[in-house]
């Protein structure tokens, strides 16, 4: 079945920093990819998404490239805010059959200090 | 504000005891999900509607679980004779249209179950 593996947090950046959280997948078909983040108290909001094969997805600074061939969606920004620490959720929307549910990684917890 | 609300937002019950929770979904949105998320871990999906139809029920969703998506419109989602492992957040989600398009999360129900 599908699957997403991100990388373990908890991750620790100083202001300005560059940010680089690893996401890949296994799915059959060709599924869409989305990061979500998840701030203190609040509910998961999406902040990017790519629907096939070398889109890239932005927001916020934020970037991701959908690239099929190491069947990865990492999530980059150049430099972090203060205002960035949450935790960020990679995921994967089926295709085919199973379009209707998204399939989440474990979460990564970012912290940026000043 | 015409995102997903859900109520209540924090529930503690004792073992045994049923809760019932609430989801109301964007009004033009004719998909509804129901995921579970415990801690340090990401979403698992449990079920979804399709207008008033329940399409789909995850493996995780025991028979002491039971939604409702009457007229379409919100969405309970009922766990009887509750049980310590029972305690998670439930989050509601929904969407215009499948394949591809985000999902839209509630900010949950935290249940605690003594």
């Known amino acids: 079945g599908d699957s997403v593996t991100q990388m373990e947090g908890p991750v620790t950046l100083s202001e300005e920093a560059f940010l680089t959280i690893n996401c890949t997948y296994t799915?059959?078909?060709?599924?869409?990819l989305f990061w979500y983040v998840q701030y203190p108290g609040e509910g998961l909001q999406l902040l990017l998404k790519?629907?096939?094969?070398?889109d890239k997805g932005s927001n916020k600074g934020f970037e991701a490239t959908y690239r099929k061939e190491t069947t990865s969606f990492h999530l980059e920004k150049g430099s972090v805010q203060v205002s960035d620490s949450a935790v960020y959720f990679c995921?994967?929307?089926?295709?085919?059959?199973?379009?209707?549910?998204?399939?989440f990684g474990k979460g990564t917890l970012l912290t940026v200090n000043p | 504000d015409t995102g997903v609300s859900q109520d209540p937002r924090h529930k503690i019950t004792k073992r045994g005891q049923n809760v019932t929770f609430r989801c109301d979904p964007i009004?033009?949105?004719?998909?509804l999900y129901w995921y579970r998320q415990t801690l340090g871990q990401g979403p698992e999906f449990l079920t979804y509607?399709?207008?008033?139809?329940?399409?789909?029920k995850s493996r995780l969703l025991s028979d002491r679980f039971s939604a409702e998506r009457p007229k379409g419109s919100f969405s309970t989602l009922e766990i009887q004779r509750t049980e310590q492992g029972d305690s998670a957040m439930y989050l509601c989600?929904?969407?215009?249209?499948?394949?591809?398009?985000?999902?839209?999360f509630g900010p949950g129900t935290r249940l605690t179950v003594l």
């Open positions: 989600a929904s969407s215009l249209v499948a394949g591809g398009t985000e999902q839209f």
């Open positions: 799915a059959t078909g060709y599924p869409s």
């Open positions: 790519a629907t096939k094969a070398d």
């Open positions: 995921a994967l929307g089926g295709s085919g059959g199973s379009n209707y549910k998204l399939t």
């Open positions: 009004s033009e949105h004719n998909r």
């Open positions: 509607f399709q207008n008033e139809a329940q399409l789909e």
